[in-house]
Nanobody, 124 residues
Framework: VQLVESGGGLVQAGGSLRLSCVAS????????MGWFRQAPGKEREFVAR????????SYADSVKGRFTISRENAKSTAYLQMNSLKPEDTAVYYC??????????????????WGQGTQVTVSS
């Protein structure tokens, strides 16, 4: 299984970025896909997740109204559109796959597969 993130970079506060996560080696449409982030000196935290159909989504309170998670099953790809970025959004962003059909898919331990991460830096 391989998850490869892309789309990170340096952006000014108020700007936007779109992250992509391409999956291979798994049945993509059977997995809930999630995005997590880890800032320096902090624990990895939940950002957003999307169910297999793309209908059920949930977000961390800190990103609600600014970030949108989506997926294209035909391309085995998940996305995270990030708008109105703030310096506190600076972190390494990871995508992850949860093959379970139970649970909230908002906890790290629920995910079996992880990408290597992509750096997002928001300057003030």
């Amino acid at each position: 299984v391989q998850l490869v993130e892309s789309g990170g970079g340096l952006v000014q506060a108020g700007g936007s970025l779109r992250l992509s996560c391409v999956a291979s080696g798994l049945s993509f449409r059977r997995n809930t896909m999630g995005w997590f982030r880890q800032a320096p000196g902090k624990e990895r935290e939940f950002v957003a997740r999307v169910g297999w159909s793309g209908v059920i989504r949930s977000y961390a309170d800190s990103v609600k109204g600014r970030f949108t998670i989506s997926r294209e099953n035909a391309k085995s790809t998940a996305y995270l559109q990030m708008n109105s970025l703030k310096p506190e959004d600076t972190a390494v962003y990871y995508c992850a796959a949860d093959p379970s059909t139970t649970g909230s898919s908002e906890r790290l331990g629920e995910y079996d597969y992880w990408g290597q991460g992509t750096q997002v830096t928001v300057s003030s």
